[in-house]
């Protein structure tokens, strides 16, 4: 019986250890396939970019060539998606950024031209992305490491966006977990710890490379309500430093969207609508007394048509309202900011209003988009004012067109002029003296080419 015993045992042994290393083969396998069968990407943008800057001289007798900007850039970024391992995955991301000539722009403080109107687009080399993933959980997944972050469809990126009309894109350092589990229900939560800036990794002005934090984007969207989507939000932002020029930016931001379209008669047409409104207060060790309101409503009208030149267009009139509580005060942020938004898609292309003004704005626009002939055409108009005390700003004239070409090429037009209105309260509130530029013109023109796979 001893003897069958040790038989069996030893028989056993040698099985288990066959199984051992079949299975550990398996998975070596597995993970080989996983890390090689994953998928590349390749993004190449060569843009040229002009801007004309009054705000340089004050007055629009500034010398032809020496105040205005060239930029001419070339950004390659290139990417590598692994498949799945035991449910979980990596991603990484280099990104390139190479002028293309003479840098004949103000980069935002990197090459040191001070003389020349900013065009944000350093030159320079970085990791934009390298992050872990597991979908382990029912309709949910987590990612953790760098990592970019879209909530809403781009470019109408408001509180949180990679930025991607800039040459070096926004990335952040934080945990995401995006989740389907719920019925009609999508919820969006990230906790960040750093966000990786688009004046790139080398900036050595303070605040420019990196904001350091300990913030919450919460975003949910319900699609339970047969004529549109609800979607609440919260905005936790906690900076660790203290952002130098622009003030203490530790906010609170609860706020509600609503968006929908209304079929008239068949779904050829349709009558589009936007509503949405939210609060900002100080956060976390913010010194100072922030509550401001933010108000959009937006009506539209979309039309599909059988001519082949034009077969659809959307005409849109918008209300935005961004509070604000008086004259900008150095170091005080009184009046509603987004500072890890996609700014570049509101209050006009031309950028004036990255920041907002302290008397806030108030932004009346209409948008035409049309296809036609293939080619994407958008025309809008701003009339944009303050909030405190309803003075005008000025206007804006936008106007882009592009056209994609078998999927994986793009090249495009666009032009951004914003006239400045100089009257008294817009030169003394937002002119050089008190450190402003929403008082003189700005014209904007980019030509590019792009190429994705």
């Given at each position: 019986?001893?003897s069958?015993?040790?038989?069996?045992?030893?028989?056993?042994?040698?099985?288990?250890?066959?199984?051992?290393s079949?299975?550990?083969?398996?998975?070596?396998?597995?993970?080989?396939?996983?890390?090689?069968?994953?998928?590349?990407?390749?993004?190449?943008?060569?843009?040229?970019?002009?801007?004309?800057?009054?705000?340089?001289?004050?007055?629009?007798?500034?010398?032809?060539?020496?105040?205005?900007?060239?930029?001419?850039?070339?950004?390659?970024?290139?990417?590598?998606?692994?498949?799945?391992f035991?449910?979980?995955?990596?991603?990484?991301?280099?990104?390139?950024?190479?002028?293309?000539?003479?840098?004949?722009?103000?980069?935002?403080?990197?090459?040191?031209?001070?003389?020349?109107?900013?065009v944000?687009?350093?030159?320079?080399?970085?990791?934009?992305?390298?992050?872990?993933?597991?979908?382990?959980l029912?309709?949910?997944?987590?990612?953790?490491?760098?990592?970019?972050?879209?909530?809403?469809?781009?470019?109408?990126?408001?509180?949180?966006?990679?930025?991607?009309?800039?040459?070096?894109?926004q990335?952040?350092?934080?945990?995401?977990?995006?989740?389907?589990?719920?019925?009609?229900?999508?919820?969006?939560?990230?906790?960040?710890?750093?966000?990786?800036?688009?004046f790139?990794?080398?900036?050595?002005?303070?605040?420019?490379?990196?904001?350091?934090?300990?913030?919450?984007?919460?975003?949910i969207?319900?699609?339970?309500?047969?004529?549109?989507?609800?979607?609440?939000?919260?905005?936790?932002?906690?900076?660790?430093?203290?952002?130098?020029?622009?003030?203490?930016?530790?906010?609170?931001?609860?706020?509600?969207?609503?968006?929908?379209?209304?079929?008239?008669?068949?779904?050829?047409?349709?009558?589009?609508?936007?509503?949405?409104?939210?609060?900002?207060?100080?956060?976390?060790?913010?010194?100072?007394?922030?509550?401001?309101?933010?108000?959009?409503?937006?009506?539209g009208?979309?039309?599909?048509?059988?001519?082949?030149?034009?077969?659809?267009?959307?005409?849109?009139?918008?209300?935005?309202?961004?509070?604000?509580?008086?004259?900008?005060?150095?170091?005080?942020?009184?009046?509603?900011?987004?500072?890890?938004?996609?700014?570049?898609?509101?209050?006009?292309?031309?950028?004036?209003?990255?920041?907002?003004?302290?008397?806030?704005?108030?932004?009346?626009?209409?948008?035409?988009?049309?296809?036609?002939?293939?080619?994407?055409?958008?025309?809008?108009?701003?009339?944009?004012?303050?909030?405190?005390d309803?003075?005008?700003?000025?206007?804006?004239?936008?106007?882009?067109?592009?056209?994609?070409?078998?999927?994986?090429?793009?090249?495009?037009?666009?032009?951004?002029?914003?006239?400045a209105?100089?009257?008294?309260?817009?030169?003394?509130r937002?002119?050089?003296?008190?450190?402003?530029?929403?008082a003189?013109?700005?014209?904007?023109?980019?030509?590019?080419?792009?190429?994705?796979?």
């Amino acid at each position: 019986m001893a003897s069958y015993n040790r038989s069996s045992m030893r028989r056993g042994f040698v099985a288990g250890m066959c199984l051992a290393s079949l299975t550990g083969t398996a998975h070596a396998d597995d993970l080989w396939k996983a890390l090689t069968g994953g998928k590349p990407d390749v993004y190449l943008r060569y843009r040229f970019e002009h801007v004309d800057d009054d705000a340089l001289s004050g007055s629009d007798t500034a010398p032809t060539g020496v105040a205005d900007a060239y930029a001419s850039t070339l950004r390659t970024a290139l990417g590598y998606n692994t498949g799945l391992f035991h449910d979980f995955g990596a991603y990484v991301q280099l990104e390139d950024v190479r002028v293309i000539g003479n840098d004949a722009y103000n980069d935002g403080g990197a090459n040191g031209v001070t003389h020349r109107a900013v065009v944000v687009d350093p030159e320079g080399a970085e990791v934009n992305q390298a992050n872990l993933r597991y979908r382990g959980l029912s309709k949910t997944t987590i990612w953790a490491g760098r990592q970019e972050i879209e909530q809403r469809g781009a470019p109408l990126h408001r509180y949180v966006g990679n930025i991607l009309w800039r040459q070096n894109w926004q990335s952040f350092d934080a945990v995401r977990v995006v989740s389907d589990y719920l019925p009609a229900t999508k919820i969006d939560y990230t906790y960040a710890w750093n966000t990786n800036r688009i004046f790139g990794e080398d900036n050595e002005i303070p605040d420019r490379a990196n904001y350091r934090m300990n913030s919450h984007f919460i975003k949910i969207n319900w699609n339970g309500f047969q004529y549109g989507q609800f979607e609440p939000y919260a905005y936790l932002l906690d900076f660790e430093t203290y952002l130098g020029g622009t003030g203490v930016l530790s906010t609170a931001t609860f706020g509600v969207r609503f968006q929908g379209a209304y079929d008239l008669i068949t779904q050829a047409a349709k009558i589009l609508y936007v509503g949405e409104f939210a609060n900002q207060a100080d956060y976390a060790d913010n010194p100072f007394d922030v509550d401001n309101n933010y108000y959009l409503a937006e009506l539209g009208f979309n039309k599909m048509l059988t001519s082949p030149m034009i077969p659809a267009f959307t005409v849109k009139i918008s209300y935005e309202v961004l509070e604000g509580e008086g004259p900008a005060v150095p170091g005080v942020p009184n009046a509603f900011q987004t500072p890890l938004g996609t700014n570049h898609a509101f209050q006009g292309w031309a950028d004036r209003f990255l920041v907002t003004p302290g008397d806030g704005i108030v932004d009346i626009y209409g948008t035409l988009a049309a296809t036609i002939y293939g080619a994407n055409l958008t025309l809008m108009y701003h009339d944009l004012s303050s909030d405190n005390d309803d003075y005008d700003y000025g206007t804006e004239l936008d106007v882009v067109l592009s056209k994609t070409f078998k999927d994986h090429y793009t090249v495009g037009l666009k032009y951004a002029d914003y006239d400045a209105d100089q009257n008294a309260t817009n030169l003394a509130r937002n002119g050089l003296l008190s450190g402003g530029k929403q008082a003189y013109d700005l014209a904007k023109f980019w030509a590019w080419v792009e190429i994705k796979f």
